[in-house]
Nanobody, 124 residues
Framework: QLQLVESGGGLVQPGGSLRLSCAAS????????IGWFRQAPGKEREGVSY????????NYAGSVKGRFTISRDNAKNTVYLQMNSLKPEDTAVYYC?????????????????WGQGTQVTVSS
């Protein structure tokens, strides 16, 4: 069974940075499109970013474009989400997910496997 584990969340002040990690077991991450999603209390899940299996294609939600960067380290079988200039509205549980059919999409319905999530809180 493929497992994804997120880490790196925490409490940060507005304007600060965090780097989230998504590590996989029993699966090679570069065989799938990997996406980051988030869900704030009382809100629907939102697609934040994805990276293609080759790493050559990335995409971002408009709300994070220019502030967040997705990357992958195939040697470590890990995908990262570098989050800079964080805002209170970025507060949410962040999830990574794997899309083994290769669809380049921020729609969660394309993603087959999900991690348990990591909390990000942006507050002064």
């Amino acid at each position: 069974q493929l497992q994804l584990v997120e880490s790196g969340g925490g409490l940060v002040q507005p304007g600060g940075s965090l780097r989230l990690s998504c590590a996989a077991s029993r699966f090679t991450l570069n065989a799938a499109v990997i996406g980051w999603f988030r869900q704030a209390p009382g809100k629907e899940r939102e697609g934040v970013s994805y990276i293609s299996s080759s790493g050559s294609t990335t995409n971002y939600a408009g709300s994070v474009k220019g502030r967040f960067t997705i990357s992958r380290d195939n040697a470590k079988n890990t995908v990262y989400l570098q989050m800079n200039s964080l805002k209170p509205e970025d507060t949410a549980v962040y999830y990574c997910a794997a899309n083994v059919i290769g669809a380049l999409s921020l729609r969660g319905s394309f993603y087959n496997y999900w991690g348990q999530g990591t909390q990000v809180t942006v507050s002064s």
